[in-house]
């Protein structure tokens, strides 16, 4: 069983201060995705990393995948209020014709004005 | 954009009765996941379905069967409704690929309480 380990598991910091948040694993994933999600609604994709090393930048938001595609990481700079929400990672392992997500436990961000 | 559509988005059952959640993909995606996620848990995997066919399966209890339509959209029933399967259900859908892992994109859910 491919198991992600997501931490910190809750944060809660003042706008303006950085943060990352770590998803580590001891198995290897085709793509590893990072979702966003509110209370009561559906995962929101953030984006995907499929390249070992690979970086991505979305705005005040940076997302790392680890060389040997185990382990990811989500910092954002300068947080603001609306960043706010359940942050998941979620891995991407072959099941057939397709692919299965395994997700973490999330890190629960709180941003206080 | 066109997104996933789910229905109902709430549900309240009975122990013991059955339920049918609908998922309609975006267009033009033919595979589809569902997903279980309990109070203050992540997601787990149910099942996926692609091109109509099962292809593959995960912690989806023997309760409970689903299929994909030939316009894509899957249905999840559930039979013999217990109380832990309150949960919010999503499904997810995302087009297939000639090779490599696909973003999948998810609904809004169908929250079921089971009382």
């Known amino acids: 069983t491919q198991l992600l380990e997501q931490s910190p598991q809750f944060l809660s910091i003042q706008e303006g201060e950085n943060l990352t948040v770590y998803c580590n694993s001891s198995?290897?994933?085709?793509?590893l995705q990072w979702y966003r999600q509110e209370p009561g609604e559906g995962p929101v994709l953030l984006v995907t990393?499929?390249?070992?090393?690979e970086v991505k930048k979305l705005k005040r938001l940076t997302f790392q995948f680890g060389d040997a595609r185990k382990d990811s990481s989500l910092h954002i700079t300068a947080a603001q209020p609306g960043d706010t929400g359940l942050y998941l990672c979620?891995?991407?392992?072959?099941?057939?014709?397709?692919?299965?997500?395994?997700f973490g436990k999330g890190t629960l961000l709180t941003v206080n004005p | 954009a066109a997104g996933v559509i789910q229905s109902p988005r709430h549900l309240i059952k009975e122990k013991r009765e059955t339920a049918t959640l609908k998922c309609y993909p975006i267009?033009?995606?033919?595979?589809v996941y569902w997903y279980q996620q309990g109070p203050g848990q992540d997601p787990q995997f149910l099942i996926s379905?692609?091109?109509?066919?099962?292809?593959d399966k995960g912690s989806i209890p023997d309760r409970f069967s689903a299929q994909q339509f030939s316009d894509y959209h899957s249905e999840l029933n559930m039979s013999s409704l217990e109380l832990g399967d309150s949960a919010l259900y999503f499904c997810?859908?995302?087009?297939?690929?000639?090779?490599?892992?696909?973003?999948?994109?998810f609904g809004p859910g169908t929250r079921l309480t089971v009382l």
């Open positions: 198995s290897v994933f085709s793509s």
């Open positions: 997810a859908s995302t087009p297939q690929m000639a090779s490599g892992p696909n973003e999948q994109f």
């Open positions: 267009p033009r995606h033919d595979t």
């Open positions: 379905f692609y091109e109509k066919m099962q292809s």
């Open positions: 979620a891995g991407a392992s072959s099941g057939g014709s397709n692919y299965k997500l395994t």
């Open positions: 990393v499929v390249t070992g090393g």
